[in-house]
C-alpha cells in the first residue's frame, strides 16, 4: 500500500467510527442514542487508535493535516510530501462520511433538528465566538502535538503506541473538548461537511459554511505551534521559524477578535434597527 493511499484509508477508518459514534448517540431511534459525551470521547479515541493500527506502517498515519504540518514544520516529515498527504486526509475523511451516511439511511428521516444531522459530520462551538472558538482549536491541537511527540519520546511495547495515541485523543476530548466539540484536524471537519453538504440527506438544512474555517485555520495554527513548541522547550532548539509563527498566530487571533467583535455590534445594530 502506498503511503497516499495508507492517508485516505486510515483518515477514512478514522471518520466511520468517529462520525459513527456520534450518529448513534445523536440520531433518532437509534439503539445507542442519549450515550453521552463520555461515549463519543471513548469512541473518537478507539477511532484514531484502529485508523493508526491500520495504516500506521503504510504511511506513518498522520490523519490530519495539522499532524502534517507540524511534523514538516521541525523536520520530521518532507515538504515535498505534504499537498499529496493533505489531499488524501481530505478525501478519506469525505469517504467516510459518506459511509456513515449509508450505515444510518433511515435515521435521518426520523431526526427532525438539522443541527444534529451536521453534527455528525462536523463540528460546531457550544457558545459561537470567533476569538475563544479559535483558541479553542488551537490549544487542543497544541495539546495533540505536544502529546504525539512525547508518546514518540518514549519507548513502549511493541504494539501499545496507536492505543496511547488514542488515549490521548479521550483526554483531550474529555478535557477540552466541550467549546467546540475538539475538532482539532482539518480533515475531520471539512471532508465530511462537505459529505453533508453534497450528501441528500432528509432535511439537513446548512452545513455552516460560515463557521467552517475555524476548525481548519485553528488547528493549522495549533498544531504547528505545537510541534515548535515541543521541539523549543524539550529539546531546546528555538528556531526563527518557533517565533514568527508565534507571531503570526498572535496577528490572526487579534484579527478574529476584532472580526468577533465586528460582528456582535453589526448584529446589535440591526437589532435595534428591527425593534
Given at each position: ?9 486510515g ?5 466511520i ?6 450518529a448513534?448517540v ?13 461515549v ?40 515535498s ?25 433511515p435515521?435521518?428521516?426520523q ?18 465566538h470567533?476569538?475563544?472558538?479559535l ?6 491541537t497544541?495539546v495533540l ?7 514518540g ?21 474529555l478535557?477540552?473538548?466541550?467549546p467546540?466539540?475538539y ?11 462537505l ?10 438544512g ?31 532548539r ?38
Amino acid at each position: 500500500m502506498s503511503p497516499i493511499l495508507g492517508e485516505i484509508i486510515g483518515t477514512m477508518i478514522l471518520i466511520i467510527f468517529g462520525g459513527g459514534v456520534v450518529a448513534n448517540v445523536s440520531l433518532k431511534k437509534s439503539k445507542a442514542e442519549g450515550g453521552g459525551w463520555i461515549v463519543v470521547a471513548l469512541g473518537w479515541g478507539l477511532a484514531v487508535s484502529m485508523a493508526v493500527y491500520a495504516v500506521g506502517k503504510f504511511s506513518g498515519a498522520h490523519l490530519n493535516p495539522a499532524v502534517t504540518l507540524g511534523m514538516a514544520a521541525i523536520g520530521e516529515f518532507s515538504w515535498s510530501q505534504v499537498p499529496g498527504y493533505i489531499a488524501a486526509q481530505m478525501l478519506g475523511g469525505f469517504l467516510g462520511g459518506i459511509i456513515v451516511y449509508f450505515q444510518f439511511l433511515p435515521h435521518w428521516e426520523q431526526t427532525e433538528d438539522p443541527a444534529v444531522k451536521l453534527g455528525v459530520f462536523s463540528t460546531d462551538p457550544a457558545i459561537p465566538h470567533t476569538l475563544s472558538n479559535l483558541l479553542s482549536e488551537f490549544i487542543g491541537t497544541a495539546v495533540l502535538l505536544v502529546g504525539l511527540l512525547s508518546i514518540g519520546a518514549n519507548k513502549f511495547t511493541e504494539g501499545l503506541n496507536p492505543l496511547i495515541v488514542g488515549f490521548l485523543i479521550v483526554a483531550i476530548g474529555l478535557s477540552l473538548g466541550g467549546p467546540t466539540g475538539y475538532a482539532i484536524n482539518p480533515a475531520r471537519d471539512l471532508g465530511p461537511r462537505l459529505a453533508h453538504f453534497f450528501l441528500p440527506i432528509s432535511g439537513k438544512g446548512g452545513s455552516n459554511w460560515k463557521y467552517a474555517w475555524i476548525p481548519v485555520v485553528g488547528p493549522i495554527l495549533g498544531g504547528v505551534f505545537g510541534a515548535l513548541f515541543y521541539q523549543a522547550v524539550f529539546e531546546g532548539r528555538v528556531t526563527a521559524f518557533f517565533w514568527s509563527w508565534t507571531v503570526l498566530s498572535a496577528l490572526i487571533f487579534a484579527a478574529a477578535h476584532l472580526a468577533g467583535k465586528s460582528g456582535t455590534q453589526g448584529l446589535r445594530h440591526g437589532e435595534r434597527i428591527k425593534n
